[in-house]
């Protein structure tokens, strides 16, 4: 191996000791902050990219012939042309798990915020009001209401612990799982429609695929429990929001949290365009700005893991979590 130090791009924010890690090792050019650089300026020289929101096509990757791996910091791949690094002979990493207790820990913060009208009691408050409409407030406590998971990946299983910690019953939705394991963790395998009816919360947590765009629409809506509540920490296209509004308006719908919306994106100005009344007039809903994942703790664990597969590479290793093998190493 060449004796030149390699060059490592850093697209996004992530977790200081990740750079201080890199930095030990590398030439590290970031492209945030008070001194980011463009990678268009430094693509001849990178070796490596551990990239988080921003897009790598086609034009970036043909631009960077020594480039070797781009280490995703989490696990969506939407972002990074597949074809061109496989063409290219280039790595692409993901880091599955890392973040998985942080976005659980997020579902249930946003469920309890909407179950005990956490966010409307603040506001009212802030406003100078104590006692008047008070009743107005009145909340429901979680246990022995029912969760309902759309999937049951690493999040789901999470989430799952920490709703029968709480009391809850368990519905699980998930073509994937066996009976066995839902059953090895308290729950009740359901298809969607029982999934849909009989939760009192109904947490999101499948992939965005065409099968699974606005699984939860208008339909499903009608379904549910009177004063249900929604959480969707997973893919915005899994719900159509013009149906949630809808839902949430009429007071068929308890309330949702959103952690990510359909039309996501990093420039965003208006959350929810199409919405008729501002985000303040809806007090059963919340939105935060797809931040499951970012805890000091998961920036940290992924962060790390995605260094870790850079280098594994560097070192002419094969890396964990590849969902892209160049061909010439490919089995």
């Given at each position: 191996?060449?004796?030149?130090?390699?060059?490592?791009?850093?697209?996004?924010?992530?977790?200081?000791?990740?750079?201080?890690?890199?930095?030990?090792?590398?030439?590290?050019?970031?492209?945030?902050?008070?001194?980011?650089?463009?990678?268009?300026?430094?693509?001849?020289?990178?070796?490596?990219?551990?990239?988080?929101?921003?897009?790598?096509?086609?034009?970036?990757?043909?631009?960077?012939?020594?480039?070797?791996?781009?280490?995703?910091?989490?696990?969506?791949?939407?972002?990074?042309?597949?074809?061109?690094?496989?063409?290219h002979g280039i790595?692409?990493?993901?880091?599955?798990?890392?973040?998985?207790?942080?976005?659980?820990?997020?579902?249930?913060?946003?469920?309890?915020?909407?179950?005990?009208?956490?966010?409307?009691?603040?506001?009212?408050?802030?406003?100078?009001?104590?006692?008047?409409?008070?009743?107005?407030?009145?909340?429901?406590?979680?246990?022995?209401?029912?969760?309902?998971?759309?999937?049951?990946?690493?999040?789901?299983?999470?989430?799952?612990?920490?709703?029968?910690?709480?009391?809850?019953?368990?519905?699980?939705?998930?073509?994937?799982?066996?009976?066995?394991?839902?059953?090895?963790?308290?729950?009740?395998?359901?298809?969607?429609?029982?999934?849909?009816?009989?939760?009192?919360?109904?947490?999101?947590?499948?992939?965005?695929?065409?099968?699974?765009?606005?699984?939860?629409?208008?339909?499903?809506?009608?379904?549910?429990?009177?004063?249900?509540?929604?959480?969707?920490?997973?893919?915005?296209?899994?719900?159509?929001?013009?149906?949630?509004?809808?839902?949430?308006?009429?007071?068929?719908?308890?309330?949702?949290g959103l952690d990510?919306?359909?039309?996501?994106?990093?420039?965003?100005?208006?959350?929810?365009?199409?919405?008729?009344?501002?985000?303040?007039?809806?007090?059963?809903?919340?939105?935060?700005?797809?931040?499951?994942?970012?805890?000091d703790e998961a920036?940290?664990?992924?962060?790390?893991?995605?260094?870790?597969?850079?280098?594994?590479?560097?070192?002419?290793?094969?890396?964990?979590?590849?969902?892209?093998?160049?061909?010439?190493?490919?089995?």
């Open positions: 191996m060449s004796s030149t130090v390699p060059t490592i791009y850093v697209s996004d924010p992530v977790h200081d000791s990740v750079v201080a890690a890199l930095r030990a090792e590398h030439t590290v050019h970031l492209g945030y902050g008070p001194d980011a650089v463009d990678y268009a300026t430094v693509s001849s020289d990178v070796d490596a990219v551990l990239l988080r929101a921003e897009d790598f096509g086609r034009d970036k990757i043909e631009a960077s012939p020594k480039l070797r791996i781009i280490a995703r910091h989490g696990v969506g791949t939407n972002n990074v042309d597949l074809d061109a690094a496989r063409e790595w692409v990493t993901i880091t599955p798990g890392g973040n998985s207790r942080a976005v659980a820990e997020h579902v249930f913060a946003l469920t309890l915020t909407l179950a005990r009208k956490v966010a409307a009691g603040s506001n009212r408050t802030r406003d100078g009001i104590w006692t008047e409409g008070k009743s107005e407030l009145t909340g429901i406590e979680l246990q022995g209401r029912t969760l309902g998971l759309l999937g049951l990946g690493n999040i789901g299983g999470h989430v799952a612990e920490i709703g029968r910690a709480l009391g809850m019953d368990l519905l699980v939705s998930d073509p994937a799982v066996e009976d066995s394991t839902v059953a090895a963790i308290g729950g009740r395998r359901v298809d969607l429609d029982e999934l849909v009816s009989g939760s009192d919360v109904l947490s999101l947590h499948a992939p965005l695929v065409p099968s699974t765009r606005h699984i939860i629409g208008s339909a499903q809506f009608d379904r549910m429990r009177p004063g249900a509540l929604l959480i969707n920490t997973s893919r915005g296209g899994l719900v159509d929001e013009n149906a949630l509004l809808s839902a949430l308006r009429s007071g068929r719908l308890g309330g949702a990510v919306l359909d039309a996501e994106s990093t420039e965003m100005r208006d959350p929810l365009p199409h919405n008729e009344l501002p985000l303040d007039e809806l007090d059963n809903l919340i939105v935060t700005p797809h931040i499951g994942g970012q805890t920036l940290s664990k992924v962060g790390h893991a995605a260094v870790n597969c850079i280098q594994q590479v560097l070192a002419g290793d094969t890396p964990e979590n590849a969902v892209v093998a160049p061909a010439r190493t490919a089995a």
